[in-house]
Each structure stands twice: as C-alpha cells, then as structure tokens.
C-alpha cells in the first residue's frame, strides 16, 4: 500500500473513533478491487447500555446494522472496514471534515476542511436546514458564483436529493446538459460524492473556452479523474457510456427540449431540467388566433408570454409521460431568487402510456395548434 494512502488511512481511523465523530461513509471500489460491501455507514448512537458505535453496511440488496462498544469492538470493525478496498471515505466530525478518494493509480487524495461553526458556537439547526452545501464550503471559493446562484444551486440539489432514493448504491453516471460555469456540475459531484456514492460526471457546454476553463478547475479540486468536460451542443455532444442521470438548469428555451430529448433517447433512469425562457411556442401562439373562448389568455402579450411558458411546460410532462416517464412539475425556488423557479422531476418507469393519457396530449395540442419542439425531436429520433 502506498505510505500516502496508508497515512491517510490512518488519520480516517482516527476520526472515526474520536469521540467528535458525527458521520462517515465509505462507498465505491478500488481499481481492480471490489469490497464486501457496496457501502458503509458509521455514527455514534445513544442506547441504554450506553454510547455505542452503529455500523450499516448494504451488500447492495440487504443493510446491515450493527451497534458496537468503544474500546476494543470498535476498533476492531473499525480496523475490518478500513481494510476493505473502498474507493472513497467521507468523514464528518464536530469539528472537521474529512474526504479521502483512492485514484485509479491506488494514491490517496485528500480533502480536509473545518467545521462550518467556530469553536463554542451551538450548533445552527435552522442553517443546516436552509443549506445543504453550506456558502462556506471550501469548494465555492474555488468556483466562485454570486449568492444567488448558490441559492439556486442549492435548491437544485434539493429537489435532486428528494429525486434520488435513499439507498441508491453502485456507480451513477451524470450528466450536466448546457453547463455553462459549471457550478451545478462541481456542486452536484460534491453533493453526491459526499453521499458516499461512486459518481462519475460530465459536464457539457457548447464553448470550448468554457470546456478549458472547467477542466483547469476540475483539476485544481482534484476531481479530474471523475469530473470532466466536453465542449458541443446539447443534442450532439459525445457523452459515453449513456448517463443515469441528467440535470440541465437553466437552457434557453428550445434547449431545454433538446436536453430532455437526450435523456429520453439514454433511457435515463432520473431527469431534472429547471427551463430558461419559452420563446417558441410562444411566436406560435402569436401566428394563430386562440382558440374560442380562450381568446382573453392571448391577447395582452404578458399573458400570452406566460400563458406560454405553463404550456410548454404542461406539454413537456405530458411528453414524458408518454415515452415511460413520471413527471412532475414544481417549484424548486422561492421566485424572489430568479422568476425561471420551475423544475421539470422526471422518473423512468418504463410504463407503456395509456390510450387516455395519448388522446389528452393530442387534444391539448391540436385545440391550440402548436407542435412542441420536444415531440419534433423526440419524433425524429424515433
């Protein structure tokens, strides 16, 4: 074993017997290796036999749990685990955290940082409940983004939380459609990872300048290996293998279609695009008369711009629904942070559509005659 992995190992077990422990989660697998277990989750419990130190271990179809006594017990599970090849170690205490991620080549890398709360101060229930990644992770002052944007990054990765099912193990591949900045992609791989999950991410934009400057950050964070960035559209972009997951915040409107499209087409098993402007079926709206007695909703041109925009988004669930979707519409931000505050959650179940749910689509479209670009590209790729 390489003195630095060995070293690092070392200061892990540290951690996970000290009394500050809080939470630790290994997951993922060596190069070349595979553990007992497909993950493993350590925190301190209060029972009536007193302090004792819960282990739950999944073999990826049934959990473990098990308490164990400090002192010699522990130290010996503790021992068992650390000597299983995991590929990641994620360690909180009360006033440290501590990331450690085995590279292909079998070095150590390490990512330390203090407790968000200064020495003394009580813990801040009500912060932790606003963030999930706290503004002072050490991760933002390395992609930088307004507050605003971390809000909204932050809600974001809310909503995927809630998308994503609790014992959700094994690889996921993830894909950031239209990525830009990247601050969803870094943040969405630092949620996951923390997560105890073996994530690999790409992230997509069509600028090439874009693409140097994620790659050069993806690498100062030592994220190279399992962060990466290739520049082209949306639609065309070389991604492989297919994607579990695909995010897409914020793609100007037909992009969003085209990012929903991709996802359909990868069977991707999650899909969570927040939609920018809706311009298109918009202009097709102001071509035509409305139908009767709807002509009210189309006449003043901010009604029928938002008028627009529900209808599009209505058009798209429904779209997914019918290609094996479950999808969802809602809210992922309080709108005082940006007026683009919907997300489009969609979960693949593989279930054929009914005749109803085809003829209530058709009859939505034909009344106002417009033709979604989502069916057109989902259309042509069929």
Avoid at 112 to 133: F, I, N, V
Avoid at 175 to 185: H, I, R
Avoid at 276 to 284: E, G, I, P, R
Avoid at 285 to 299: F, H, I, Q, S, V
Wanted: charged share 25%; proline share 6%.
């Amino acid at each position: 074993m390489p003195e630095a992995l060995e070293s690092a190992l070392a200061e892990v077990r540290a951690l996970l017997l000290a009394p500050g422990l809080t939470r630790a989660v290994a997951a993922g697998r060596r190069r070349g290796q595979r553990p007992s277990v497909v993950r493993a989750e350590l925190r301190p419990v209060a029972l009536k036999s007193g302090p004792r130190l819960q282990i739950a271990t999944s073999d990826g179809s049934r959990p473990h749990t098990r308490n164990v006594a400090p002192g010699a017990e522990a130290d010996a599970a503790v021992d068992e685990l650390l000597a299983e090849p995991f590929g990641n170690w994620h360690v909180e205490t009360a006033d440290a955290t501590i990331q450690l991620r085995v590279t292909k080549s079998g070095e150590a890398q390490v990512h330390r940082a203090a407790a968000s709360r200064t020495a003394g101060e009580p813990e801040r229930h009500d912060r932790a409940k606003e963030w999930l990644l706290d503004p002072g992770d050490p991760l933002f002052r390395e992609i930088g983004g307004s507050a605003a944007k971390r809000r909204q990054v932050d809600a974001f990765l809310r909503a995927l939380a809630a998308t994503l099912p609790d014992d959700l193990t094994g690889p996921l591949r993830v894909v950031d459609l239209g990525c830009g900045n990247a601050y969803l992609t870094f943040a969405a791989y630092r949620y996951l990872m923390r997560r105890g999950l073996d994530v690999t991410l790409v992230g997509v934009d069509v600028r090439e300048d874009q693409r140097r400057r994620n790659t050069e950050l993806a690498e100062r964070l030592g994220w190279a290996d399992r962060v990466s960035f290739v520049a082209g559209t949306i639609a065309e972009a070389p991604v492989e293998p297919a994607p579990d997951l695909v995010l897409a915040l914020h793609a100007c409107d037909t992009a969003t279609d085209e990012a929903l499209a991709r996802a359909v087409r990868w069977d991707a098993r999650w899909v969570l695009a927040a939609p920018c402007c809706h311009h298109d079926l918009a202009a097709q709206l102001r071509a035509r008369p409305a139908p009767g007695p709807y002509e009210l909703l189309t006449r003043q041109g901010i009604l029928r711009e938002r008028f627009a925009d529900v209808l599009t988004d209505a058009l798209r669930a429904g779209l997914l629904r019918l290609h094996g979707y479950r999808a969802e519409v809602v809210e992922f931000v309080d709108s005082q942070h940006t007026p683009r505050n919907l997300l489009i959650r969609a979960r693949r179940t593989a279930g054929a559509p009914t005749d109803g749910q085809r003829a209530e689509y058709r009859e939505l479209v034909g009344q106002w005659g417009v033709t979604p670009r989502l069916e057109t590209l989902l259309a042509e790729r069929a």
